[in-house]
């Protein structure tokens, strides 16, 4: 697979709570030229990156980043002034917390109430998959696929792991038939990559792109 090819699948991320606008405007130059699929991006600088580069870049944002566990209203808040500020994605974590207390169903409803603040935007949920079970990941892929969100995505990045090839092709067996997969966290060689596009990631998210593929 090419270059060009690879950098299409690529959500070109920089979420280090230092990242400097002097970062951003980096990874947007970097983004446009190597042709990205986004930047994904703190939630503090959509708006710059809107004025700046208007439609030639779609921006990605996070809500609920990293933890997850912040009440759903202030998610769907977050949510909502992301879309005004020029979102075109958006990244959510799922509460974690309502996972371990089997809580399926309030985590599903979560994510269609965010879903339904996001509109027509792309809605990625993270289920952050190095905290769970199998049977929880599974419950996952039942939940986001119910709520009808178009991606489900391994891992914040933050985490104690990031993405593996057995919990993507586990998510491969389990999410339905319009689901996506995005991996994250860990992805720093050409060979990941390729991997996990083969497996059938749709989208990567990692800040490493341009020193892997150059």
């Known amino acids: 697979m090419d270059n060009a090819k690879l950098y299409s699948y690529v959500d070109h991320t920089a979420l280090k709570a230092v990242t400097s606008w002097e970062e951003i405007e980096k990874l947007c130059k970097e983004a446009l030229h190597y042709k990205t699929a986004s930047v994904c991006i703190p939630s503090c600088y959509v708006g710059r990156v809107k004025e700046a580069y208007g439609a030639c870049i779609r921006i990605c944002t996070v809500i609920g980043f990293p933890l997850g566990y912040a009440n759903t209203a ?63 990941k599974i419950a996952m892929c039942h939940a986001v696929t119910n709520a009808g969100a178009e991606y489900i995505k391994t891992s914040t990045g933050f985490g104690t792991a990031g993405a593996t090839m057995e ?35 749709e ?12």
Do not use: P, W
């Not at 989208?203 to 150059?214: C, F, K």
């Open 74 to 136: 202030s998610k769907i808040a977050e949510t909502k002034a992301a879309v005004h500020d020029g979102a075109d994605e958006i990244d959510m974590v799922i509460n974690i917390c309502d996972v371990k207390n089997g809580d399926y169903k309030k985590v599903e409803e979560e994510i269609i109430e965010i879903k339904r603040a996001a509109g027509d935007k792309l809605l990625k949920v993270i289920i952050e998959t190095c905290y769970l079970t199998d049977d929880e």
């Open 203 to 214: 989208r990567l998210g990692t800040s490493s792109a341009v020193s892997i593929l150059g």
């Open 167 to 201: 919990d993507v092709l586990l998510m491969k067996r389990h999410i339905g038939e319009n689901v996506k997969i995005k991996a994250a966290g860990g992805i720093r060689t050409r060979e990941d990559m390729e991997n996990y596009i083969q497996a059938g990631c």
